[in-house]
């Protein structure tokens, strides 16, 4: 059904300008009496506007607009968080290098975060923008640690080790992948 989806800009990438965390925004769901083929969403005045089509069933609606409106608010907290800052800081804390780009991921699906080594590309689930930012952390030096040891091997988990919270981090982290609605997530690869 993801055909559904129009992935266009207007949806995704909202930032939140205003600072502070207002909490969710409240949800206003227009059917549409066009011929729109797509679920969209965008803010308006500080209400999420879901448009969706209007042959759509009541079963449909309420999943498509759970979804939709989970990403807008995934997106506005990802907004509030310099992930670049944050990756300088413990880079440079735990003496590990700093990545050429890191960056928000919504397609990280079945991982936490990702690296790629040779660009020196990082790359961070959506997911763990409301995660608490000690557990957020324990993600990025794992990765920032895969810049230098692209491997699970030994060398890379005595770099890990240098985040002081790497247990309790991979503790929360597999709690919230024994959450049946997040369904099964492996931890940070
Ligand atoms: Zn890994």
């Known amino acids: 059904m993801t055909s559904l989806f129009d992935p ?5 990438g909202v930032t939140d300008a205003g600072g502070g965390d207002p909490g969710p925004l409240p949800v206003e769901v227009v059917r549409s009496a066009r ?5 969209s969403a965008r803010i308006v005045d500080g209400v999420i506007r879901v448009r969706i089509p209007a042959w759509m069933s009541p079963a449909d609606e309420e999943r498509w607009v759970r979804d939709i409106v989970a990403r807008i608010e995934r997106s506005r907290r990802c907004g ?4 670049a800052r944050r990756a300088a800081e413990l880079a440079d804390r735990y003496d590990l290098p700093r990545p ?4 928000w991921s919504e397609r990280q699906r079945l991982r936490w975060g990702s690296c790629t080594p040779a660009t ?3 790359r961070i689930s959506t997911r763990l923008a409301g995660v608490p930012g000690w557990v957020l952390d324990h993600v990025i030096v794992h990765e920032l640690a895969h810049l230098v040891e ?3 091997s030994p060398a890379f988990h005595r770099l890990v ?4 919270l790497t247990e309790r981090a991979i503790g929360y982290l597999q709690a919230l992948t024994d959450q049946p609605v997040l369904g099964a ?3 940070a690869a």
């Open 8 to 12: 266009g800009p207007s949806e995704v």
């Open 35 to 39: 011929r729109v083929k797509t679920v």
């Open 80 to 83: 509030r968080i310099d992930l």
């Open 100 to 103: 050429d780009a890191i960056t």
């Open 120 to 122: 020196g590309e990082i």
């Open 150 to 152: 692209p491997d699970h």
């Open 161 to 164: 080790a240098r985040y002081p």
């Open 185 to 187: 997530e492996p931890p």
